[in-house]
């Protein structure tokens, strides 16, 4: 199908690690890629992978996949109140055009 | 490098109107292209141009228009607005140069129809 889908709310402590996750559907090679909104803001891009690797690390984040089950996962290692805020993954349809197709988001909650 | 901008960031317009957002994306990169962001139906790919060109088109209706200028300025256009047409427009843009197609978004243009 055309959806990318990812679960709508998560709620850590500060400090703690969040996990944010996200599965999608192009089974052709193609990069994936995780941006953040805040409130009354744009998408600021975070981090992205290509779908030939296994797991990419920057500062903070870890990014994980898993192509066989088509599972996209973003960490965020000692969540800080800062880190509120949608989180969205999204897809590169090279059969498509090139568009991305953006999952519906998830909210993230990071209380002190 | 400044990132992209969008002018304006707000407006309002009446149900009939036609309204004109623009987009300047960074420095050096040739495609841009313009999403629409709404609370029920997310975020969606509404078309990307590349040297001038609409290389690609997401399934909105004729009322939304876009073109792209020699400088990779971009405007895009909706004529006779709807209320459904009130969202977020994002604007982002991407190098293509280096095969390095990342997307780079806007603030965005926040249109309210009334």
């Known amino acids: 199908g055309e959806d990318v889908e990812q679960s709508l709310f998560l709620s850590v402590r500060e400090g703690d690690s969040s996990v944010i996750n996200c599965t999608y559907t192009?089974?052709?090679?193609?990069?994936l890629y995780w941006y953040k909104q805040e409130p009354g803001a744009g998408l600021q891009l975070l981090t992205y992978?290509?779908?030939?690797?296994d797991m990419k690390q920057d500062q903070r984040l870890t990014v994980l996949l898993n192509k066989k089950d088509k599972h996209l996962s973003l960490r965020i290692a000692d969540t800080q109140t800062g880190d509120s805020a949608i989180y969205f993954c999204?897809?590169?349809?090279?059969?498509?055009?090139?568009?991305?197709?953006f999952g519906q988001g998830t909210e993230l909650s990071v209380k002190p | 490098k400044a990132g992209v901008t969008q002018t304006p960031r707000y407006l309002i317009k009446t149900r009939g109107q036609q309204v004109t957002l623009s987009c300047s994306p960074i420095?050096?990169?040739?495609?841009v292209s313009w999403y629409q962001q709404t609370p029920g139906q997310g975020l969606q790919f509404l078309f990307e141009?590349?040297?001038?060109?609409?290389?690609n088109k997401g399934n909105f209706p004729g009322r939304f228009s876009g073109r792209q200028f020699s400088n990779s300025r971009s405007e895009m256009n909706v004529s006779t607005l709807e209320l459904g047409d009130s969202a977020l427009y994002l604007c982002?843009?991407?190098?293509?140069?280096?095969?390095?197609?990342?997307?780079?978004f806007g603030p965005g243009t926040r249109l309210t129809v009334l």
């Open positions: 192009d089974s052709s090679s193609t990069y």
């Open positions: 141009y590349f040297s001038e060109t609409q290389r």
């Open positions: 999204a897809e590169r349809r090279y059969n498509q055009g090139g568009k991305l197709i």
């Open positions: 982002a843009s991407s190098l293509e140069l280096t095969g390095d197609d990342t997307q780079y």
């Open positions: 992978i290509f779908s030939n690797m």
């Open positions: 420095s050096g990169h040739r495609s």
